[in-house]
């Protein structure tokens, strides 16, 4: 009995994790597009600007 709880605990905590891990993954990918954006946008502005 204290082993099946003990492994319900580990799923749920490890379902939590997962969730977890795909938040920051999400927000790490939203974070790279826009700095990739970013980046192209000033790789095209810049060298107009220096001119």
């Keep these: ?3 099946s709880k003990e492994k319900r605990n580990n799923t749920i905590s ?3 994790l997962r969730s ?3 938040m920051q993954i999400s ?3 939203t ?3 826009e700095q ?4 192209i946008i000033s790789f095209f502005v810049y060298p107009k600007s220096t001119n």
């Excluded at 990739?36 to 980046?39: Q, T």
Aim: glycine residues 10%.
């Design 1 to 3: 009995m204290e082993s």
């Design 14 to 16: 490890q379902m939590r």
């Design 20 to 22: 977890v891990f795909k």
């Design 27 to 29: 927000i790490l990918n």
């Design 31 to 33: 974070a790279t597009t």
């Design 36 to 39: 990739m954006g970013y980046g």
